[in-house]
């Protein structure tokens, strides 16, 4: 059998972090303070820093699939139909994972990146806008304003918005490009991963159903369990 073409999954080679193998409501610690330290005289009482932890909850969530086989199909089957029908349905599985680890926060979904609280926003306007090379550099700017800038980090993107940084020049007549033709998997001097899961039907003001999303991020802090 020869598959269907399939939006390309991201989230684990982006860096993932994948939890197998758990039973029931799991609480993970998270720190939510940082020690302090200040400088005393000889005889000056030490400073006492406090430190604050939270919890963040796995709560098991329902993913299914199936697929109906006729019984000719059946009575007529080989090794290779059967193990595209198992493929069919893991791939399914498999998007629908990294769909919601992006974009979850409907009924019955995990919240995902994009709905999760906390999480930066740089907007490019009112309504939406092109994506630029200064509102990327924003992405890079405010997670490092919040500490969290860390070897890894990546950026997650659309293939219409890779096309575009690819004939974006970084500035008019200089030759060179935002997203570099002698780099296909770097964007800025970080690991980009592109996908058609990324959502392209977000409204912004009065743009509705047209815009496409970017992420950048540490994305060993997100957590896939099953």
Do not use: C
């Amino acid at each position: 059998m020869i598959p269907a073409l399939a939006p390309k999954l991201v989230l684990e080679s982006a860096g993932a972090e994948m939890m197998s193998g758990l039973v029931g409501n799991i609480d993970l610690p998270v720190g939510d303070s940082i020690a302090e330290a200040s400088w005393k005289t000889e005889h000056t009482q030490d400073h006492e820093t406090n430190l604050t932890v939270r919890n963040v909850e796995l709560r098991p969530k329902r993913l299914t699939a199936y697929k109906s086989v006729s019984k000719q199909l059946l009575i007529q089957t080989s090794d290779s139909v059967e193990r595209w029908l198992r493929d069919a349905l893991s791939s399914a599985i498999g998007r629908a994972v990294d769909i919601a680890g992006m974009n979850g926060g409907s009924t019955n979904e995990p919240v995902g990146i994009l709905n999760a609280a906390g999480v930066n926003t740089v907007v490019l306007g009112a309504n939406g806008g092109a994506m630029t090379r200064a509102a990327l550099i924003e992405m890079i700017t405010q997670i490092a304003v919040d500490n969290a800038d860390v070897d890894r980090m990546s950026f997650l993107v659309t293939p219409e918005l890779r096309g575009q940084l690819q004939n974006l020049k970084t500035d008019a007549g200089s030759g060179n490009f935002v997203w570099g033709a002698e780099a296909q998997s770097m964007l800025l001097g970080y690991n980009a991963s592109v996908t058609n899961l990324l959502p392209k039907t977000l409204d912004k003001g009065t743009t509705t159903g047209s815009l496409h999303a970017a992420i950048f991020g540490d994305f060993s802090n997100l957590i896939l369990a099953n």
